[in-house]
């Protein structure tokens, strides 16, 4: 939870993490880069050091929040502006463009396609690939 540094709280940003593959780039709220970095790290799977986090906003007073990943209700409350949802995220957030990391949604149409061979549906309504010979 967001608490003030006079009581002992902590003070919660929002940071923007990412790693040299950019398979799960996304936001993280922490209290610090390190908290950032280590909590995607955690996660996600990756070795300690593997991350970097840089900071986008501070979260206002009036809002509270812990540490880990915002929801879209979230990111929306604190000024974001959702410019896609497929087949990654794109958020425009204090003046910047975010965009998602790739693999979940790589993951997800690959089991549509797997799904649609199989049944003809496409259960995370992926768009199908599309193909000029």
Not at 21 to 46: C, I, L, Q
Not at 48 to 65: C, H, K
Request: glycine share 6%.
């Amino acid at each position: 939870m967001r608490k003030s540094t006079n009581t002992g709280f902590k003070i919660m940003k929002l940071y923007w993490v990412t790693t040299e593959d950019h398979d799960e780039d996304w936001f993280v709220v922490a209290s610090s880069a390190e908290e950032a970095a280590g909590y995607h790290e955690k996660a996600e799977g990756y070795d300690p050091g593997d991350a970097e986090a840089e900071q986008v906003l501070d979260i206002p007073d009036n809002i509270t929040t812990e540490t880990g990943w915002p929801s879209n209700d979230f990111l929306r409350s604190i000024g974001a502006v959702f410019l896609s949802d497929e087949p990654a995220r794109v958020v425009e957030i204090a003046g910047r463009k975010f965009c998602e990391g790739l693999l979940a949604s790589v993951i997800d149409e690959v089991v549509d396609d797997e799904f649609e061979k199989r049944d003809g549906r496409r259960p995370n309504n992926t768009k199908k690939p599309f193909f000029h010979s």
